[in-house]
């Protein structure tokens, strides 16, 4: 394929044609998805006499379909999925929503809508994205069989969530993930079925061990290795058929099973296919005045099936299209993107960054391999090492230098065998930051890797009055693609970032309260005094100082402390993962109250002196640290990660230092009892 030789602007004039100047040059984009309106953006930028001209399919105004999954999950708003095209008021700019294009006449250099209005171009780009992969298995298009592509698909599937469905996900793949753990309700049961591995293995086995761990304590159940056979439908039911004999019943079914280029129109037209529209560097395909970018695009024999290479796509396309202003070229050829898998699955960050897949990597020689891990945290880091550079690094869980390895590894830069070791140990590669504040980093730093927008940037937009996370998104297209760069954007704004909403945060919120006053109760309250009557107070000193009822309250609080202890094990055990952790949360919040007050019936709010006093003094303070863990991890949603970073971790450490210290104590208190 031969790069299209600079020529002269055609000039159209057909009666339908719509435009203001048919002597100025027309490009005509077919797609409003994030790449085709990236694609208008630039041009709009680059040309400044051509006239823009985009099409969309479906009705919606242009959305950001990469954010559908955090939307899906409730951690955004549906009105942060916009994404209108920067310079939309241009009188340069004609946008046609619910406008399908049928057809492409090469020879003419038209295209024609559903309506039947014919439109000429100059250059004609396509950006028509791609559609759901529908498995070849019987049933598969049966009603109660949903796709996952578009919002008027996430719609139904919210939809489901609502009515609390029994849902069965399909593919084991990012989007598959990211749908299971968004789906999933306290009163649902949903099923993630596989026949390969979880993110076609690229996490390694004890990666995908750590990730298997994370699903479990979500509460979605796995079904990974078995082949579907086939989708049956009774009534409101669906009826799953696997390989291996075993079936299941849900209400619904969810296809995450990859994607098919959309390239119906180039088909059409006659251009060159494969699985894509085979283009070359400069994004052209078998004809130089079409171009094909993102996902409906194949260079070199590879279709991309995120945004972002579709933009560096966009970029080197309008540079091309650019030289026929009399501007120079600004990109250089496109010549393949640097790929990464970075989701979020409920809370927990999952990436892989780097050709980790490539056998040509796995095979290398020299090549090393450094695992981190911290099964209490549930954290499980992997570098690959070759010569002194970073060539790829999988994670689960999170890490706060996920944005200077993302660098890292883009660059391949070098790392030296002391930061090896500190990796080994302490889990981190880059040392110990002064200040874990955005504020404090160079101008240059890359907060949106995605979109390569620099920190000086950001704060340049800020002081230009752009003064919310939208505004800021839409000045500089920062946090438009995964959204990880939104909490470095609002530290920068000084406003918060809503957190993921934890289950039964209102109840834990009020327990742990009531834990609080309690405890201010029992220093404040003078002790009750002793009746000298046999005729009043006899049923409290009863309990103080009757031998039978003492030992009632005081094993009642050991029991109770042994029951609290649970959700620890919960965390740490790996084959309890019954219900999940935030319901384990509340029913330790509830007992430690329960707890505080057997404590007031047993001791009559007594303080007591020497080993008593010293056992009072750790079991209220285990209680008070956990109650205020449990007031910071209730009101995550309204605070900013940095403010909780510094509150909920601090009192977290004190509780667990304390909580050592405790059954000490009980049982030295319990001997003391018995045997002296």
Not at 334 to 357: F, N, R
Request: glycine letters at 8%; one cysteine or more.
């Amino acid at each position: 394929m031969t790069e299209l030789k600079s020529s002269a602007a055609r000039q159209c004039s057909p009666g339908s044609a719509r435009t203001s100047d048919s002597g100025y040059p027309i490009y005509v984009i077919v797609g409003t998805g994030p790449v085709g309106v990236r694609c208008a953006q630039k041009l709009l930028e680059f040309c400044d006499e051509a006239q823009i001209v985009i099409y969309g399919a479906e009705t919606e105004s242009p959305y950001n379909r990469v954010k559908l999954s955090q939307y899906l999950s409730r951690h955004v708003e549906r009105e942060e999925l916009d994404n209108p095209i920067l310079g939309k008021s241009d009188h340069r700019l004609a946008e046609y929503i619910d406008r399908k294009i049928l057809s492409i006449d090469r020879v003419k250099k038209t295209v024609t809508d559903a309506a039947g209005n014919i439109q000429p171009y100059t250059k004609l780009i396509l950006a028509t994205g791609s559609n759901p992969k529908i498995p070849a298995v019987p049933g598969a298009d049966l009603p109660g069989v949903y796709p996952f592509r578009s919002l008027r698909n996430t719609n139904d599937l919210i939809a489901l969530r609502e009515r609390h469905a029994d849902i069965c996900v399909i593919g084991a793949g990012a989007l598959g993930l990211e749908a299971a753990t968004a789906l999933k309700t306290p009163k649902n049961t949903v099923t993630l079925q596989s026949r390969g591995k979880l993110l076609s293995g690229l996490l390694g086995e004890e990666g995908e061990e750590f990730l298997k761990s994370s699903l479990a304590a979500l509460g979605v159940e796995l079904k990974v290795g078995s082949n579907l056979k086939s989708i049956e439908r009774q009534g409101e039911k669906s009826t799953l058929q696997f390989a291996d004999s075993e079936s299941l019943c849900v209400d619904a079914i969810v296809l995450c099973t990859g994607i098919q280029p959309e390239v119906s129109l180039a088909q059409q037209a006659g251009l060159e296919i494969d699985r894509g529209v085979v283009v070359n560097e400069w994004m052209q395909t078998s004809d130089p005045d079409v171009y094909a970018i993102g996902e409906c695009a194949e260079f070199d024999q590879k279709v991309y099936q995120l945004v972002r290479p579709g933009y560096e796509q966009a970029e080197s396309c309008c540079s091309h299209i650019r030289r026929d202003h009399g501007g120079e070229i600004l990109e250089r050829p496109y010549s393949g993107s640097y790929t990464d898998i970075q989701l979020k699955i409920a809370h927990i960050p999952c990436a892989i960054m780097g050709d980790v897949a490539s056998d040509n990597l796995q095979q290398q020689e020299g090549l090393q391999s450094h695992v981190f891990r911290n099964r209490f945290k549930g954290i499980y880091r992997r570098l690959f090492v070759k010569d002194g550079r970073i060539l790829g690094a999988i994670y689960i869980g999170s890490w706060d230098e996920a944005n200077s390895l993302r660098q890292a590894v883009a660059q391949e830069e070098k790392v030296s065998t002391r930061a090896l070791k500190q990796f080994a140990d302490e889990g981190r590669l880059f040392g110990q930051q002064t200040s874990n504040s955005i504020k404090s980093f160079p101008d240059s730093y890359l907060v949106c890797q995605c979109n390569s927008v620099s920190k000086g940037e950001l704060c340049k937009a800020i002081s230009e009055g752009k003064r919310t996370l939208n505004e800021l998104q839409q000045a500089t297209t920062a946090g438009s693609v995964c959204g990880s760069c939104r909490p470095l954007m609002a530290e920068l704004l000084d406003a918060p970032v809503p957190n993921l909403v934890m289950r039964h945060a209102k109840g834990i919120l009020i327990t742990s309260i009531i834990s609080l006053l309690l405890i201010t109760l029992s220093f404040l309250m003078p002790p009750p005094p002793i009746s000298h009557s046999v005729q009043s107070g006899q049923f409290w000193e009863k309990l103080w100082y009757d031998n039978f009822w003492k030992q009632v309250t005081g094993y009642t609080i050991l029991a109770l402390c042994l029951f609290t202890a649970a959700l620890s094990l919960r965390k740490r055990w790996k084959k309890l993962s019954y219900g999940h952790v935030d319901h384990w949360r509340y029913a330790h919040s509830i007992t430690g109250v329960i707890a505080v007050a057997a404590l007031a019936v047993h001791t009559g709010f007594r303080m007591g002196q020497n080993l008593n006093l010293a056992l009072m003094l750790v079991f209220l303070g285990v209680t008070a640290t956990g109650s205020l863990v449990g007031v910071f991890m209730a009101r995550n949603h309204h605070w900013t990660d940095l403010r909780l970073r510094e509150h909920r971790k601090w009192w977290s450490y004190v509780h667990y230092a304390l909580l050592w210290a405790l059954p000490v104590l009980l049982a030295y208190h319990i001997l003391a009892v018995y045997y002296f």
